[in-house]
């Protein structure tokens, strides 16, 4: 069955570093999305990308982020000058590119900034 | 996209039927019903979605009451893997896929 690559699974980094979240969507989807869980709170949507643009994005995906889907088959998430408040689960998630189909999720990225 | 409300938690038996409920009295006519879970702080996994119509997958049935006010997501045979925080998701259907996701209800399957 297809799914939805993350890598690394986890990342520490200190305050104030650039991390690079990488994501192998499924390959034949077309819509792309970042997903953030702070521990014990709710899934929150940062932002939808479709056709090498940002198509919606969430008032969290401030200017310290960034996504780019470099080559074809990974998609990113740039955090620029990590904050404490940026720890946090980040899911990947990929879409065919036609209404009523469902969003696949990886299994996330744990990032800790200490 | 409308709002959902869902119990916080319930508990089930093993081997039983969960019954999960969901209310979304403000659903416009144009909004589907989505369902997904969460597996101990794994990615959300999609179970099943509809709009006015039951739905039946491998997974689970969705029941969705006429006036469309309200749904149940039904797991026929609950497992000790189904425990997992279980989210009721309305929107509208668009190209756009911004899932809004809720506190969802914690469902804990026992043995």
């Known amino acids: 069955e297809p799914e939805v690559t993350q890598t690394p699974s986890h990342q520490v980094t200190q305050m104030g570093q650039e991390v690079i979240l990488r994501c192998v969507p499924i390959?034949?989807?077309?819509?792309f999305y970042w997903y953030r869980q702070i521990l014990g709170q709710k899934v929150e949507f940062l932002v939808s990308?479709?056709?090498?643009?940002?198509?919606?994005k969430s008032e969290i995906f401030d200017d310290q982020f960034s996504v780019e889907r470099p080559d074809g088959s990974n998609f990113t998430l740039k955090i620029r000058s990590t904050k404490l408040e940026d720890s946090a689960m980040y899911f990947c998630?990929?879409?065919?590119?036609?209404?009523?189909?469902?969003?696949?999720f990886g299994q996330g990225t744990r990032l800790t900034v200490v | 996209d409308a709002k959902t409300t869902q119990p916080p938690s319930m508990d089930c038996a093993e081997g039983r039927a969960a019954n999960l409920p969901c209310n979304h009295s403000?659903?416009?006519?144009?909004?589907?019903v989505y369902w997904y879970r969460q597996i101990h702080s794994q990615g959300p996994q999609y179970i099943i979605h509809?709009?006015?119509n039951n739905e039946t997958n491998e997974m689970a049935s969705l029941i969705i009451t006429e006036d469309r006010k309200s749904s149940t997501l039904i797991l026929p045979h609950a497992t000790l893997r189904d425990t997992a925080v279980y989210y009721c998701?309305?929107?509208?259907?668009?190209?756009?896929?911004?899932?809004?996701f809720g506190a969802g209800t914690t469902v804990t399957v026992r043995a």
């Open positions: 998701i309305v929107r509208v259907e668009s190209n756009d896929y911004k899932l809004s």
């Open positions: 998630a990929s879409r065919l590119d036609r209404v009523e189909t469902e969003a696949f």
């Open positions: 509809g709009l006015k």
């Open positions: 403000t659903i416009s006519g144009n909004e589907y």
């Open positions: 990308f479709y056709n090498n643009e940002i198509s919606e």
């Open positions: 390959s034949n989807h077309l819509y």
